[in-house]
């Protein structure tokens, strides 16, 4: 994997009131990166993450329609907008909203002069973000630009409210946070989040470990997070879920048709009303190590 991609991939924004997580992301922005393309901190949360959203799209539950009544209609625009969706549907179908929430809760901590600066700052983060797909782009310019505006976006400390470390997201919990104390040989730590909603800042914390095989370029995700029943069953996404007892706990282990593919796997503790998942192209038993490293 090339220093270029790690650097995109340490870009993204969790999207914190998501739960679907990880299972082609390295390989999907690798594929965007081919491209030429340019991706936000947004945009590679939707792409990475793969969730394709169904039905008319909504801004915060608006109809697109009704979206310049948004905070991210009052900055960016429906034109800005329309582009946006033109260029990358599916990966602002879901980062649109998750820009709206971001810009809720820097509304809430700014001042309103700091906000309008802030709310510009994003707006002129997009327009870069259209004009790298075009043909006359300086891309080098561009990527400058691009740089000095997530700094000065860092300046205002937003992402901070929601970005935690283990011993913060520990006091959140009764539950044990750990990280893997096994890999696979040749595996090290990629990227690592530990976050809160921006909707619900400072409670349930996801912790998500990203890991990589510079060798190999092969990928695994750790996900511990609270029980939501809520939420989909994302092993669903694959062919197949086989659930089993392994050393006294309850495993389950999605995979599809095609061997050495993507795999999941989960193992969860209903009376402490948490769960850990795991996406990676290692084997199942690779995959079984590493979350009973976590465990016990």
Known sequence: MSNEIK??????DIPKNL??????????????????KRLSKWILSAAAFLII???????????????????????IGKEIMDEAL?????????????????????????????????????????????????????????????????????KYGIDD??????????????????????????????????????????????????????????TLYTLTRKIDTEQENELEWYAHIDTYQHNGYTFEHAYDEIDGDVQGMRVQFPEEEYEIIIHSSVSKEEMEKVLMSMIE
């Open 7 to 12: 650097r995109e991939m340490k870009k993204i």
């Open 19 to 36: 739960h679907e997580q990880t299972i082609l992301g390295v390989k999907q922005a690798k594929q965007e990166h081919k491209k030429g």
């Open 53 to 75: 959203v169904g039905g008319m799209f909504t801004v915060a539950g608006s109809p697109l329609t009704e979206a310049m009544e948004t905070l991210l209609g009052k900055f």
């Open 86 to 154: 033109e260029i990358h549907p599916e990966e602002f179908e879901m980062a649109f909203p998750q820009m709206e929430q971001h810009l809720k809760l820097a509304e809430e901590h700014l001042s309103p002069e700091d906000f309008e600066k802030y709310g510009q700052l994003i707006k002129e983060h997009m327009e870069i973000l259209l004009n790298w797909d075009k043909p006359d782009a300086n891309r080098q310019e561009l990527e400058k630009r691009e740089e000095e505006l997530i700094k000065e976006l860092e």
């Open 161 to 218: 409210l929601t970005t935690h470390t283990l011993e913060e997201a520990q006091a959140m919990v009764d539950y044990t946070l750990k990280y893997p104390t096994y890999l696979p040989e040749g595996y090290e730590v990629m990227y690592e989040s530990i976050t809160t909603d921006e909707a619900n800042v400072g409670k349930d914390p996801l912790v998500l470990l990203g890991f990589v095989n510079n060798s190999t370029e092969g």
